[in-house]
């Protein structure tokens, strides 16, 4: 999501909700996009910014949602490079998506977040798929560990 940079945060969803959607009227769109700006922990002053970087942990939401809030959001590495407040800031903001009826395909290797964020997981290595289900599940597979371990990783953890 790219924002523009002189218009504030109300203003940057507002694009969206009113001129990506033409159903609704202007104040049917400023109401959504205080909705959506709320939802993702932005506020709607006029000092009010989206973060510059895409990547941080509330653009997805408001730019994603603008209008109407998408059945599915792809996200790829985003928690790559955030700081440990950031990660729990992303991490809440998808738990609230989630809430509100939203479907969050994630391809992450933080896995730590996944584990806690998932109700299903898929595993893939060198592009194939190995495993899948529960987080539990998962973190248990005999296939997984060695793939991602090493078939000798248990040794190293006796020793």
């Known amino acids: 999501m ?56 509330q653009a997805p939401g408001a730019g994603a949602g603008a209008g109407d809030l998408p059945r599915l959001l792809l996200l790829d590495e985003f928690l ?6 950031e990660t729990a800031t992303a991490m809440a903001l998808i738990r609230r998506l989630v809430a509100e009826g939203m479907t969050v395909l994630m391809v992450e290797h933080i896995v730590w977040a996944l584990m806690d964020l ?10 194939e798929k190995i495993a899948e289900g529960s987080p539990e599940a998962v973190a248990a597979d005999p296939v997984v560990l060695d793939a991602y371990l090493g078939s000798d990783w248990g040794s190293w953890m006796r020793a």
């Open 80 to 85: 790559a490079g955030l700081n440990p407040a």
């Open 118 to 127: 998932s109700r299903r997981i898929i595993v893939l290595s060198a592009g």
């Open 2 to 57: 790219r924002t523009f940079a002189g218009l504030s945060a109300l203003e940057n969803v507002l694009v969206g909700c009113r001129y990506g959607r033409a159903r609704t009227t202007a104040a049917g769109a400023v109401t959504e996009a205080e909705r959506l700006l709320a939802l993702v922990g932005i506020g709607t002053g006029p000092g009010s910014r989206l973060p510059a970087h895409p990547h941080r942990p």
